[in-house]
């Protein structure tokens, strides 16, 4: 499968293929994806010291009951908790290690406060040196794309965006209103130049979208009628809570 028709063409697993039984972001979910099929959309952010680890939320309470940001754990303390009462959290070496090439992955860098794109984008590069596997990267943050990106030009990089943020989703900066726009119209774009663009399908039709020269993925897809509709204005879905044929 080359890299062209990973991000264009096979659905991709939100999250690993995550259920009941296999919470998110945990490596049973990333094998059930594998077992499928389908290549891997995951979530990089580092801990209190610095480390990478695989979680989506900037805190950790929904996923282990612990009522504390990624951001103020340790490695040592986060390792400590389980997802849902049954999995550990990876850290991102664990994760490479563990699919170790047998699928592609889209890899998202969550957008951390005080954490810059050259920082992060290093310690992401650093821990990709070697991968053979087939990867990209998005985030919502884009000078977290440019700087990777400045890293690792051969590596396909996009911009992740939506019409519909909060506050709460820029970490109650009291500029999120504009952040919030910037996000919503793919505002630098002409600086990042990303190789594609992931964007909230259900936020679709936009005019920036449709213009945008490069290819389209859309999240997060959850049945067949949404995929159905999305399928109208991208090229390839992020999914879950179903199997796509």
């Given amino acids: 499968m080359d890299m062209e028709n990973f991000l264009l063409k096979t659905p991709i697993a939100h999250r690993g293929l995550h259920d009941e039984i296999r919470p998110e972001n945990s490596l049973p979910a990333f094998e059930a994806a594998i077992l499928h099929g389908f290549p891997i959309e995951t979530d990089v952010r580092f801990t209190k010291d610095k480390k990478l680890v695989i979680f989506h939320d900037d805190t950790l309470f929904r996923m282990t009951g612990d009522g ?47 954490v810059k794109g050259k920082e992060i984008a290093s310690a992401l590069s650093d821990a990709l040196e070697g991968y053979t596997g087939e990867y990209a990267i998005q985030s919502f943050q884009p000078l977290y794309v440019k700087a990777f990106k400045k890293l690792r030009p051969h590596i396909l990089c996009g ?20 952040k919030a726009r910037i996000v919503k119209n793919l505002s630098l774009n002409f600086t990042v130049k990303p190789d594609f663009v992931s964007y909230c399908f259900a936020d679709l039709p936009r005019k920036r979208v449709t213009k945008f020269k490069g290819f389209k993925l859309g999240w ?3 049945s067949e009628e949404d995929e159905a509709q999305a399928r109208k204005f991208v090229d390839n879905i992020i999914f879950e809570n179903y199997l796509p044929e």
């Fill in 159 to 178: 911009v992740l965006a939506t019409a519909r943020t909060t506050k709460e989703d820029f970490g109650g900066s009291p500029l999120w209103r504009i």
């Fill in 68 to 114: 504390r940001a990624v951001a103020d754990c340790t490695l040592e303390e986060v390792k400590a908790l389980l997802l849902e009462g049954k999995e550990r959290i990876p850290t991102f070496e664990e994760f490479l290690r563990f699919v170790g090439g047998r699928t592609p992955l889209l890899i998202e860098i969550k957008s951390m406060d005080g």
């Fill in 220 to 222: 997060t897809v959850r």
